[in-house]
C-alpha cells in the first residue's frame, strides 16, 4: 500500500495553491436582507474554471445569485456536517482536494489546504467526495486513477494526506469502461465497509473500513457485479439499513439490493428503469437521492431529461415508480433536496441553469415551480 507520508508528490506546490482560489472583492458588500432562514447554495462548473454561489431561500422558495467565489477546476464539492468549511474535488491532475472556510454572511470562500489524492498525477481528477461523520474523513473517488482515499478531516477542518487507499480492478465493454474508474463511495450504516461503484469495472467493491484507523484494507475485499456495461454510478443506503440502491449510468436502470452487514455480501431483489417504456435514443441516468423519511426516492435521467420519482417500502426496501416528468432544462446532472423535504434543486448541465422543484410531502411528487437561475454547466448542488 502506498504510503503518502513517504511520498513528496501528495502536496501541490504552493504555485498551485494560490492559483486555485481567487476571492472575489465585492463579495464583502453582499449580504441578504435576511440570512436567519436562508442558505448558501454553491454550484460548481462541468469542466470549467469556477464555483458559483447564491442564496436560497427555503420560505420564498427564491435564489439569488452572489457571484464566482473561488476560480479553480471544481467537481464535486460538500459540506462539512458542522463546521463553516466546504470540500471542493479537483478535475485537475492528481485529483486535488480543497478546504475553504466558509463567511457566512457573505459567501465568500478562503482556502484551508489542499491534499492530493493521487500521487502519479493522473489526468482526469476526481468524481465525487464526501464526508464519513464518524470517523472525521472525507471520502475521494478519482475516476481517472481507479481509486478511492481517506481523507483524515483535522480539527481546523482542513485535510491531512491520505490514510489508506485503495485501487479498483477490472474494465467493462464500453470504450468508456476500458480500466476501473471509480464514481461513487458510501460508508455503510455500521461503519464496517466502504462501498465503491465502479463505473469502469461494471462493480461495487465492497471494502473493509476501520473508523478508528481510516484505512481502507484490499484484504477481505467482496463486490457485487452488475451486467456488462451498466456503468455503477451513484449508491443509496435506505435508513432500514440493510436497503442498498445502486444506479446504473449507461444502462439508466435501478437496482434494489439486499445488504448484509455482518459479511458485506450484496445480493440483488429488484431492478427497474428509469427510461420511459417509450425511450429509443441513448440512456444516461445520474444522481439518486431520498427523502429523509425514506419514503422516497429521486433519480435523473439524462437521456430523457427527466426527473424520476419512486415510492419505496419502508419495510422491505422495493420501489414502485410514482411520476418520471421534464427536469426543467438540458441534462440534469445532479440535484440536492433541502433538509425539511420541501424543494429540489436540480443542476442541469446542458441547459446552464439550476431549476427548482417543490416536493409534495404525502405523495412525494414533484412540481416545477418555473423558477430557476443561470449558471454556466452546472454539476454539483451543495446547500450550505
Known amino acids: 500500500m502506498w504510503d503518502p507520508k513517504n511520498s513528496p508528490a501528495w502536496r501541490p506546490s504552493r504555485r498551485t495553491l494560490l492559483a486555485s482560489a481567487v476571492a472575489v472583492p465585492m463579495l464583502a458588500a453582499v449580504r441578504p436582507a435576511d440570512a436567519s432562514t436562508s442558505k448558501l447554495l454553491y454550484v460548481g462548473t462541468w469542466r470549467g474554471t469556477q464555483l458559483n454561489c447564491a442564496r436560497f431561500d427555503p420560505d420564498s422558495g427564491t435564489m439569488t445569485p452572489i457571484g464566482v467565489v473561488a476560480q479553480l477546476n471544481a467537481g464535486w464539492h460538500t459540506k462539512h456536517p458542522s463546521k463553516p468549511v466546504l470540500y471542493v474535488a479537483s478535475g485537475d491532475p492528481g485529483g486535488t482536494v480543497s478546504a475553504f472556510r466558509i463567511d457566512r454572511a457573505t459567501g465568500a470562500l478562503s482556502l484551508i489546504g489542499q491534499v492530493m489524492t493521487d500521487s502519479a498525477g493522473t489526468p482526469g481528477g476526481l468524481s465525487y467526495i464526501g464526508i464519513d461523520r464518524s470517523s472525521g474523513t472525507v471520502l475521494a473517488a478519482n475516476f481517472a486513477a481507479g481509486l478511492t482515499a481517506a481523507l483524515p478531516i483535522r480539527k481546523d477542518g482542513g485535510l491531512d494526506a491520505p490514510a489508506s487507499i485503495v485501487v479498483d480492478i477490472g474494465s467493462g465493454p464500453h470504450p468508456r469502461q476500458a480500466g476501473p474508474h471509480p464514481h461513487h463511495v458510501v460508508v ?196 450550505a
Do not use: K
Open 188 to 383: 455503510d450504516p455500521t461503519g464496517r465497509f466502504a462501498l465503491v461503484a465502479d463505473f469502469g469495472a461494471d462493480r461495487v467493491f465492497v471494502y473493509p473500513f476501520d473508523r478508528r484507523t481510516r484505512v481502507l484494507s484490499g484484504d477481505g475485499m467482496t463486490s457485487y457485479a452488475t451486467n456488462p456495461g451498466s456503468a455503477p454510478r451513484r449508491l443509496h443506503f435506505h435508513p432500514n439499513g440493510r436497503t442498498l440502491y445502486l444506479l446504473n449510468e449507461l444502462t439508466a436502470d435501478l437496482h434494489v439490493l439486499d445488504w448484509n452487514p455482518r459479511n458485506g455480501q450484496i445480493t440483488l431483489d429488484q431492478t427497474l428503469s428509469t427510461d420511459s417504456p417509450e425511450h429509443t435514443g441513448t440512456s444516461s441516468a445520474a444522481e439518486l437521492g431520498m427523502s429523509r423519511d425514506g419514503r422516497f426516492l429521486y433519480a435523473t435521467n439524462r437521456g430523457e431529461n427527466t426527473l424520476v420519482t419512486f415510492e419505496a417500502d419502508l419495510g422491505t426496501g422495493r420501489l414502485t415508480l410514482v411520476q418520471r416528468i421534464p427536469c426543467g432544462g438540458l441534462s440534469p446532472w445532479s440535484f440536492s433536496i433541502h433538509r425539511d423535504n420541501r424543494w429540489m434543486l436540480v443542476a442541469n448541465q446542458v441547459s446552464s441553469t439550476v431549476n427548482l422543484f417543490s416536493i409534495d410531502q404525502r405523495s412525494g411528487q414533484l412540481t416545477d415551480t418555473g423558477t430557476s437561475m443561470p449558471v454556466p454547466n452546472p454539476d454539483c448542488i451543495t446547500l
